[in-house]
């Protein structure tokens, strides 16, 4: 089975903190998103990488930056946290064919809290 | 600009009792439509794929369908495990091929 983790369950951080989220999986996936979840929102796509060191921006990457490394794992990064950024978190990833990019498998979520 | 509307917000069912769910969708091309199962507190879980219109995909009790404009989850008889937000998504043939747009759900909720 698919495996996707993030670091933390829930997380509270203070406004202006730098903020750390990271997300591991183990198929070997090329590809890897981070997406934000608010109610009546939807999900929402922040960034996305399709290869090591590669990114690409989403609909709302202002105030987030991405990391890759490593092919298997993605880190998001909140440089200064503000209120706004208060939200669940989601980290999801997918082989690279476009027959099966669409196909994502997430992870459980990191609920994050700025205060 | 690609747009999912999903359809009721919520919905409340008693076991048995069938009904379907709704996804309009708006994209330049379709490359595939997707269809999640979110649990409270989880991450989303994939359930199926649709590539053309008159596609249809079955597992256990849910059934996706497809037109040009907007597919159906059918959900036959549902029992209380199948309550759950159902998110539906697209992926169009142009610009970010890797981009999925997402509906913000239906909120399933199966009384015994």
């Known amino acids: 089975d698919v495996k996707v983790t993030q670091s933390s369950r829930y997380l509270v951080k203070r406004t202006g903190e730098k903020v750390f989220l990271e997300c591991v999986q183990d198929?070997?996936?090329?590809?890897m998103f981070w997406y934000r979840q608010d109610p009546g929102l939807g999900l929402r796509l922040i960034y996305f990488?399709?290869?090591?060191?590669?990114?690409e921006k989403g609909d709302i990457p202002e105030g987030y930056s991405v990391s890759r490394e490593k092919k298997e794992r993605f880190s998001l990064i909140l440089e200064s946290a503000s209120t706004n950024q208060t939200s669940m978190y989601l980290c999801?990833?997918?082989?690279?064919?476009?027959?099966?990019?669409?196909?994502?498998?997430f992870g459980p979520g990191t609920r994050l809290t700025v205060l | 600009e690609d747009q999912v509307t999903q359809s009721p917000e919520a919905l409340r069912l008693q076991e048995g009792e069938s009904s379907s769910l709704n996804c309009s969708y708006t994209?330049?091309?379709?490359?595939?439509l997707f269809w999640y199962r979110q649990d409270p507190g989880k991450g989303p879980e994939f359930l199926f794929t649709?590539?053309?219109a008159g596609e249809e995909k079955e597992k256990e009790r849910l059934k996706a369908t497809l037109t040009k404009k907007e597919s159906f989850l059918h959900i036959t008889a549902p029992k209380p495990e199948d309550s759950a937000t159902y998110l539906c998504?697209?992926?169009?043939?142009?610009?970010?091929?890797?981009?999925?747009?997402f509906g913000s759900g239906t909120q399933l909720t199966v009384l015994p």
């Open positions: 999801a990833s997918s082989f690279r064919g476009l027959g099966y990019s669409g196909t994502q498998y």
């Open positions: 198929m070997d996936h090329e590809n």
């Open positions: 990488s399709y290869d090591v060191k590669m990114k």
């Open positions: 994209v330049s091309g379709l490359r595939g």
């Open positions: 649709l590539y053309s």
């Open positions: 998504a697209v992926q169009a043939v142009y610009g970010s091929a890797r981009q999925l747009t």
